[in-house]
């Protein structure tokens, strides 16, 4: 997934508006417009806001993978990283995949 399609979805997840994102993040309304449709690349101040505000790691939002591609992820960090994925989905989203979770792991029940 793009960037600008990351920072749209975090905004619209968290129900922002392009003027409530862009007044977070100390850019006009405009601006966060190209940077959503890819037209344009975020500030490493804006992405730093962005990262803070939402509690979000920048290696995320870039898609860079610390880990490096040799070795394989322990299970510490697959959990971390599907906790960081799951911060961009919404409500039904989550139980969708807690479902999903406890149909795999034979827990048949969801509280």
Request: glycine content about 4%; hydrophobic content about 35%; proline content about 1%.
């Amino acid at each position: 997934m793009d960037l600008g399609t990351k920072i749209k979805n975090i905004r619209y997840n968290n129900n922002i508006s392009q003027e409530e994102m862009a007044k977070i993040l100390k850019i006009n309304r405009n601006n966060l417009s190209r940077i959503e449709t890819n037209k344009s690349l975020p500030t490493a101040e804006v992405l730093s806001r962005l990262a803070e505000e939402f509690n979000i790691s920048i290696d995320t939002l870039l898609g860079i993978n610390l880990e490096g591609k040799a070795g394989t992820l322990s299970k510490e960090k697959k959990i971390k990283k599907i906790s960081q994925y799951c911060e961009y989905l919404n409500n039904n989203e989550l139980d969708f995949i807690i479902n999903i979770l406890c149909v795999m792991t034979g827990n048949n029940k969801y509280n």
